[in-house]
């Protein structure tokens, strides 16, 4: 059987607030659009969303055909500044990454994030030979379930299981029809019982117990 683990990226692989808030106050600035400086707080609050709900929540003043181009220079500039300087990586997230793999186990990334964030971070991390394929919202549009449902078909999985830190990450994985282990370590909680880790380095663990 062909066993896949998909990972969530922000409060499951990484903590990129500080340097996305950063990124896009540089963007907010050069576009011309008043506003507070963007913190590390803000991004917390829409960490998980899909691109167009951040912009509205973080742009609630700016008109809204004016929102698409105000995003796509936040999102452009957050993956080159990412690629640059990172986020913060959680502990032992490459150790393991390679324990699961010599475990037999197919590792993927599917994210609610524009284009070109997960690469960043496979860019910045050199990660590349342990991610087999990704799936982002930035793709094709799509909601987690559905990019969940098509990297599973694409890559001919018989089993998988989601990791991720919030609750819609949860409802994701349900409504996809696969496993779920919660990153409890990260930005959110879960509305009822599930099987969790407490760091990363738990995973190979957890993943043994439910695939």
């Known amino acids: 059987m062909k066993k896949g683990i998909l990972l969530d990226m922000d409060g499951t692989l990484w903590d990129s607030a500080v340097r996305v808030a950063e990124s896009w106050n540089i963007a907010v600035a050069r576009m011309g659009y008043p506003r507070e400086p963007i913190t590390k707080e803000d991004m917390y609050h829409v960490m998980g969303k899909t691109m167009d709900r951040i912009a509205a929540e973080l742009f609630p003043d700016v008109p809204e055909e004016r929102l698409p181009e105000l995003l796509k220079a ?82 001919g999985l018989d089993d998988a299981v989601y990791v991720g830190d919030i609750q819609g990450d949860f409802d994701s994985a ?38």
């Open 74 to 155: 936040c999102c452009d500039e957050e993956n080159d500044y990412l690629r640059i300087y990172g986020g913060e990586l959680y502990p032992e997230v490459p150790e393991t990454l390679k324990s699961l793999r010599e475990m037999g186990y197919h590792l993927y990334i599917v994210s609610n994030c524009q284009a070109g964030y997960i690469e960043a971070f496979l860019d910045y991390y050199s990660l590349w030979d342990l991610i087999e394929d990704r799936q982002c919202y930035g793709d094709n549009g799509l909601q987690k379930a559905e990019n969940i449902r098509i990297l599973v078909e694409r890559c």
């Open 174 to 211: 349900c409504e996809a029809g696969i496993g779920f282990i919660h990153a409890a370590y990260g930005f959110g909680v879960i509305d009822r019982p599930v099987p969790g880790i407490r760091a990363f380095s738990e995973l190979p663990e957890a993943v043994r117990r439910i695939l």
